[in-house]
């Protein structure tokens, strides 16, 4: 409780989840502050902030703000999705490479160092032009690509703690091998993993505005990405369409790299207090 108490009080963790909580109202109050389609044109091309349109217009006189509200939503499902996909992957395939080591233990290293060989951005590019754009899709292409990280730090917690007296206590008892790692050795080597992957889920937001600025996202879905990719060609005469999104895409990921900072420094006091 003195660590949670100290993590919630720490203030990267609090400026991070502030900063967080407003993306999530922003993306779960989007039909009510922004309703309609976003991607339909409601004004003038290229109109300044002001007036009607607090963050201007694009080139299509789309309304930047109802685009922006309406993209945290995206950004927010790509980072949970993503992050939550590699956290599931990362922690059963690590914990089994650990504990059953062997063959297995080489054949699991050896798919680890392949995913970090090839680009994660050419990976995802070559995976998304060969089974599509659709946000579902996009959310399990970027989840399947960063999952490695997650399970090498299992691997070397299953690795540290398999030693330990409760395990082979619990296997003196009789207890099952899987039941063994799942419900004792997993469960205490879990906050690093956390807290990388919290780290992954801005990695999963700046993979998917990469993509939509590159043309590739949904386009039948608002994006800050596809918000940028509108901008490109209009910085100088429309600035406002690269500002806007990019402080928000900035402080999101500032969110995110807050907590998983914070979180990891709790864990390292613990660490080091229990050495």
């Given at each position: 409780?003195?660590?949670?108490?100290?993590?919630?009080?720490?203030?990267?963790?609090?400026?991070?989840?502030?900063?967080?909580?407003?993306?999530?109202?922003?993306?779960?109050?989007?039909?009510?502050?922004?309703?309609?389609?976003?991607?339909?044109?409601?004004?003038?091309p290229?109109?300044?902030?002001?007036?009607?349109?607090?963050?201007?217009?694009?080139?299509?006189?789309?309304?930047?703000?109802?685009?922006?509200?309406?993209?945290?939503?995206?950004?927010?499902?790509?980072?949970?999705?993503?992050?939550?996909?590699?956290?599931?992957?990362?922690?059963?395939?690590?914990?089994?490479?650990?504990?059953?080591?062997?063959?297995?233990?080489?054949?699991?290293?050896?798919?680890?160092?392949?995913?970090?060989?090839?680009?994660?951005?050419?990976?995802?590019?070559?995976?998304?032009?060969?089974?599509?754009?659709?946000?579902?899709?996009?959310?399990?292409?970027?989840?399947?690509?960063?999952?490695p990280?997650?399970?090498?730090?299992?691997?070397?917690?299953?690795?540290?703690?398999?030693?330990?007296?409760?395990?082979?206590?619990?296997?003196?008892?009789?207890?099952?091998?899987?039941?063994?790692?799942?419900?004792?050795?997993?469960?205490?080597?879990?906050?690093?993993?956390?807290?990388?992957?919290?780290?992954?889920?801005?990695?999963?937001?700046?993979?998917?505005?990469?993509?939509?600025?590159?043309?590739?996202?949904?386009?039948?879905?608002?994006?800050?990405?596809?918000i940028?990719?509108?901008?490109?060609?209009?910085?100088?005469?429309?600035?406002?369409?690269?500002?806007?999104?990019?402080?928000?895409?900035?402080?999101?990921?500032?969110?995110?790299?807050?907590?998983?900072?914070?979180?990891?420094?709790?864990?390292?006091?613990?660490?080091?207090?229990?050495?």
């Amino acid at each position: 409780m003195k660590k949670l108490k100290s993590f919630l009080t720490n203030p990267q963790t609090v400026t991070g989840l502030v900063i967080l909580v407003i993306m999530l109202g922003l993306a779960a109050l989007a039909p009510v502050i922004c309703p309609g389609n976003p991607l339909f044109s409601v004004g003038k091309p290229l109109q300044a902030p002001g007036g009607d349109f607090i963050m201007g217009t694009d080139y299509l006189g789309r309304d930047v703000w109802a685009m922006l509200v309406w993209g945290s939503r995206i950004s927010i499902i790509f980072a949970f999705g993503a992050s939550l996909l590699s956290l599931i992957v990362g922690i059963v395939l690590g914990a089994l490479s650990g504990y059953i080591g062997g063959w297995f233990d080489d054949l699991m290293c050896r798919i680890f160092e392949l995913f970090y060989i090839i680009p994660r951005t050419f990976l995802v590019i070559l995976m998304v032009a060969f089974f599509g754009s659709s946000v579902g899709l996009m959310v399990i292409i970027i989840g399947i690509t960063i999952w490695p990280s997650n399970a090498k730090i299992m691997r070397a917690q299953v690795l540290t703690l398999k030693s330990r007296g409760y395990v082979q206590a619990g296997n003196v008892a009789g207890g099952t091998k899987l039941g063994i790692l799942f419900k004792h050795i997993v469960p205490n080597g879990m906050g690093p993993v956390l807290s990388n992957s919290i780290l992954q889920m801005a990695q999963a937001v700046l993979t998917e505005a990469s993509l939509s600025f590159l043309g590739l996202g949904d386009p039948n879905r608002a994006s800050w990405g596809l918000i940028l990719n509108a901008g490109q060609k209009h910085i100088n005469s429309a600035p406002w369409l690269v500002i806007y999104p990019g402080i928000a895409l900035a402080l999101l990921l500032l969110a995110f790299n807050l907590i998983g900072t914070a979180l990891h420094k709790t864990l390292n006091v613990k660490q080091a207090a229990m050495e």
